[in-house]
């Protein structure tokens, strides 16, 4: 049974950098896509980019010059940057394993974090 | 990106009742080759992450009642509960996993009438 545990910073400024992470604990680190998701009320949920053990990324269009997702296989960990938020990127941040086992693709979310609410705000 | 549009946005149904909730998607998801439709349903409730119910858009995700299911193809999508009960109450959410950036449809609030 995996378990994803993620923490990071909740209230930021405007123009600061969101940093969150997030460790994985059971299965198999490397069998998955890892990524992150975040919801807002006003644009529900969002896939923000995923990454491999591998270092092999993907990222929204719409986020990509802002975000950089990387991974720490040692510890079975990946982590989110966004940088530039503006209050737009106030959002519930997750952090998500995608597996291929049901489908014979990736995409599906299988195991989700607890979410983390960043609040951007002056 | 594949656009994935939602509707109703929320709907009412009373306990024992049939619910439907659509999904179309602005492009295509099936995929010939390999005769999939690359559609899940999550359901949310309140506080919690979203909850994966099917995939390939008509496969039951393991443990989830017999009363949900799911049909479609290429890109209209529809999540039935046969017989609405209380503890489904939530918010009802499609994917598309055909090509990233995955994309979610807006929502839809399911409610007891």
């Known amino acids: 049974q995996v378990h994803l545990q993620q923490w990071g910073a909740g209230l930021l400024k405007p123009s600061e950098t969101l940093s969150l992470s997030c460790a994985v604990y059971g299965g198999s680190f490397n069998d998955y896509w890892w990524s992150w998701v975040r919801q807002s009320p006003g644009k529900g949920l969002e896939w923000i980019g995923e990454i491999h053990h591998s270092g092999k990324t993907h990222y929204s269009p719409s986020l990509k010059s802002r975000v950089t997702i990387s991974v720490d296989t040692s510890k079975s960990q990946f982590s989110l940057r966004l940088s530039s938020v503006t209050v737009a990127d106030t959002a519930v941040y997750y952090c998500t394993r995608e597996e291929d086992a049901r489908s014979g693709w990736f995409g599906v979310v299988d195991s989700w974090g607890q979410g983390t609410l960043v609040t951007v705000s002056s | 990106d594949i656009v994935m549009t939602q509707s109703p946005d929320s709907l009412a149904v009373s306990l024992g009742e049939r619910a439907a909730i659509n999904c179309k998607s602005s492009?295509?998801?099936?995929?010939?080759?390999?005769?999939?439709?690359?559609v899940a349903w999550y359901q949310q409730k309140p506080g919690q992450p979203p909850k994966l119910l099917m995939y390939?858009?008509?496969t039951r995700e393991s443990g989830v009642p017999d009363r949900f299911s799911g049909s479609g193809f290429g890109t209209d999508f529809t999540l039935t509960i046969s017989s609405l009960q209380v503890e489904d109450v939530a918010v009802y959410y499609c994917?598309?996993?055909?090509?990233?950036?995955?994309?979610f449809g807006q929502g839809t609030k399911l409610e007891i009438k």
């Open positions: 492009q295509s998801v099936f995929h010939g080759p390999d005769n999939k439709n690359f």
């Open positions: 390939l858009a008509s």
């Open positions: 994917q598309q996993y055909y090509g990233t950036p995955y994309t």
